[in-house]
């Protein structure tokens, strides 16, 4: 069975240093695998998303992760924290290689400190 | 372009109530997720629906049920409301069935059961 494991359920950083928010998986196959983003009052958004071609995947806003299979991790990266990441972060994995069932983590709250 | 909608944005009912939710895809999409996300939670998946069929389903009672249909709208449904069904519901579409196509999530409903 697919499964996603964040290890902070909380990262706070200051303004303008680097962030790490840790993702864990378990998957029986080559898996998808996504990162969320929620702010506030807001719909999930799609920061990025690996399937199988580049390890190293680019998204938006400055994120980005690598996925490395013998770690069976997925972490999401940024240099610079500006105050407008502050949101809660999911690391997702596809529920099967058909069709698009998301199995999403626990979360990560990021607070960004000025 | 309007994104994904949902209605109503919040909703408070008693238990043993029914409830129903809609959902309007973002246009040209034509398959539809629904996800519960319980408060500090991630979302869990309910069900799918790709040409008016429910294709998935996750681990949830046949008291959630649903329903698409031809413009791809689609209505989630709950009976006999518990307690426990007090969550954030989630509306996601997509362009067609697979993890290959992004889904576009809306701001959901806030359902709180008393």
């Known amino acids: 069975a697919q499964s996603v494991t964040q290890l902070d359920s909380h990262v706070s950083v200051s303004e303008g240093t680097p962030v790490l928010l840790r993702c864990n998986y378990s998957?029986?196959?080559?898996?998808?695998l996504f990162w969320y983003v929620q702010h506030p009052n807001k719909g999930l958004q799609l920061l990025l998303k690996y399937t199988s071609a580049a390890t190293l995947v680019k998204g938006i806003n400055g994120f980005e992760a690598e996925f490395k299979k013998s770690e069976t991790s997925f972490h999401l990266t940024k240099p610079s924290a500006h105050m407008s990441d502050a949101a809660e972060y999911f690391c997702?994995?596809?529920?099967?290689?058909?069709?698009?069932?998301?199995?999403f983590g626990q979360g990560t709250e990021l607070s960004v400190k000025p | 372009d309007a994104g994904v909608t949902q209605s109503p944005t919040h909703l408070i009912k008693t238990r043993g109530q029914q409830v129903t939710l809609r959902c309007s895809p973002k246009s040209g999409h034509d398959t539809v997720s629904w996800y519960q996300q319980a408060l500090g939670q991630g979302p869990q998946f309910i069900f799918q629906?790709?040409?008016?069929?429910?294709?998935q389903r996750g681990n949830f009672p046949d008291r959630f049920s649903g329903h698409q249909f031809p413009n791809y709208s689609s209505e989630l449904n709950v009976n006999a409301l518990l307690l426990g069904d007090s969550a954030l519901y989630l509306c996601a579409s997509s362009l067609g069935l697979g993890d290959r196509y992004e889904q576009y999530f809306g701001p959901g409903t806030r359902l709180t059961v008393t």
């Open positions: 629906y790709y040409e008016e069929e429910e294709r």
């Open positions: 997702v994995v596809s529920g099967d290689n058909q069709g698009g069932k998301l199995i």
């Open positions: 998957s029986s196959y080559s898996p998808s």
